[in-house]
């Protein structure tokens, strides 16, 4: 017998109704909707076919719809899909269709799962790592990099996700892996010395990407009135260049090319601007240094070049960043190699324009940045075992000369994809 309505607030259910209907809720008990809490009268729960087939007229207030994120029960029964966000192993199968004896300690039972649930739940969200508000980029005065600067791109690429841009200059690859590993920058780029002694130093941080070889944007130069004028007539004099940098590499190289020692010359350690100013008092016999500097050295000193990296070195820049960056935020690092990849593809073309963006930001007459970005290299490649392997030489003939305070292993520094595809 269908139920009916006497007044707004008050409703009657017959006596054969309520023997058809075991789950029926007494009047005083209807705004219960999972389980009455009469022991002798259970409610049928609004899912089960008894509703389904008996269903309340349209006079009468339907429940509340059922939202995976109530606290009420979910039934065995025919279940609304459950959200795929958070899965766990092992979850225990509850079954929410009351007896009529148990239904107070089954529903405890079930508040107590969901609430271990809910603590579950609260756990894997703190174990989530936070997305990052900024990322630190340490850059010289060089590369495509510092023309990335310029051009405002990468602010715009990160805007969406919530993130930042912080620059940071530093003079040379040595002091801005120095900056690093003591946590003040997250990613930067360098030549190929620099992270081999900042690896022997315990920095810990990953190759990302590279430039191709630029051999001849580095160089060795003497006074144009020096009489050096063959690297033979380097014996026993002084040397001066940025300790650890791409140009470290250079002058091993050359020396060795020649026939003399390391220990052949006096080497004088010092960064850029103090290197030039030691060369140009006569402090120092010659001065290995790289672009822009070299082209500054040249237009602006008359400098001569003794050698520079062609047929010696590759001189590589490489892309590193801090490892624990890399591991959190690996989508904030592609970002990044992505729009250094698009205007590499633009900068090739267009050496002018390149040195129009960089000149007001190194400092320099457009006519000098235009000679060093002439000789950039532009077309950023993913890291590879065989680059691995030329870096791997470096290291070792560091190590050989002791300059370096023991021997290193690229492959520690390595993506993990290279380090496979290398063993």
């Known amino acids: 017998m269908p139920l009916t309505r006497r007044s707004p607030r008050t409703r009657t259910v017959s006596t054969a109704s309520a023997r058809t209907s ?3 809720c007494p009047p005083a008990r209807r705004k219960c909707w999972s389980a009455c809490r009469v022991p002798s009268r259970p409610c049928v729960p609004r899912w089960s076919s008894e509703v389904r087939a008996n269903p309340a007229p349209a006079s009468i207030p339907a429940p509340p719809e059922f939202s995976p994120n109530s606290t009420q029960h979910q039934p065995d029964s025919n279940p609304p899909p459950a959200p795929a966000r958070v899965t766990f192993e092992g979850s225990p199968t509850v079954n929410f269709r009351l007896q009529r004896r148990h239904s107070l300690a089954i529903a405890a039972a079930a508040l107590t799962f969901l609430s271990g649930a809910c603590g579950l739940i609260g756990a894997a969200r703190a174990q989530t790592p936070a997305a990052p508000t900024e990322i630190r980029i340490g850059f010289q005065k060089y590369g495509t990099l510092t023309v990335l600067k310029a051009k405002g791109d990468l602010e715009k690429r990160l805007a969406p996700l919530g993130v930042t841009v912080k620059w940071n200059e530093f003079p040379a690859g040595p002091q801005l892996l120095e900056g690093l590993n003591v946590g003040s920058i997250d ?6 010395a620099p ?9 810990d941080f990953v190759y990302v990407a590279n430039q191709p070889p630029a051999p001849a944007a580095e160089a060795l130069v003497v006074p144009k009135d020096s009489t050096i004028r063959t690297l033979a007539d380097l014996k026993g004099k002084k040397v001066a260049l940025n300790k650890g940098s791409n140009v470290h590499y250079l002058l091993v190289k050359l020396l060795e090319k020649q026939g003399l020692k390391y220990g052949d010359i006096q080497v004088v350690y010092l960064p850029p601007a103090d290197a030039r100013a030691a060369f140009e008092r006569g402090a120092v016999d010659a001065w290995v240094i790289w672009d822009p500097f070299l082209a500054a050295a040249e237009r602006q000193l008359g400098v ?3 050698a520079d990296g062609k047929g010696v070195v590759a001189n590589h820049q490489f892309y590193l960043a801090a490892r624990a960056y890399a591991d959190k935020h690996p989508q904030v690092v592609q970002a990044i190699v992505d729009e250094l990849a698009r205007l590499d593809r633009w900068s090739e073309g267009n050496t002018k ?11 320099l007459d457009l006519a000098t940045t235009e000679l060093a970005a002439g000789r950039f290299s532009y077309g950023i490649q993913p890291i590879t075992p065989a680059i691995a392997a030329e870096q791997q030489k470096i290291a070792d003939a560091f190590h050989e000369l002791k300059l370096i305070p023991k021997p290193i292993r690229i492959a520690d520094a390595l993506p993990k994809s290279v380090r496979t595809a290398a063993r």
């Open 353 to 363: 324009a390149v040195a129009t963006l960089l000149a007001p930001q190194i400092g």
């Open 195 to 203: 992270p081999i002694f900042a690896q022997a130093a315990g920095a």
């Open 22 to 24: 075991p789950g029926a």
């Open 304 to 306: 001569r070049v003794l």
């Open 187 to 192: 990613f930067g780029t360098v030549g190929e």
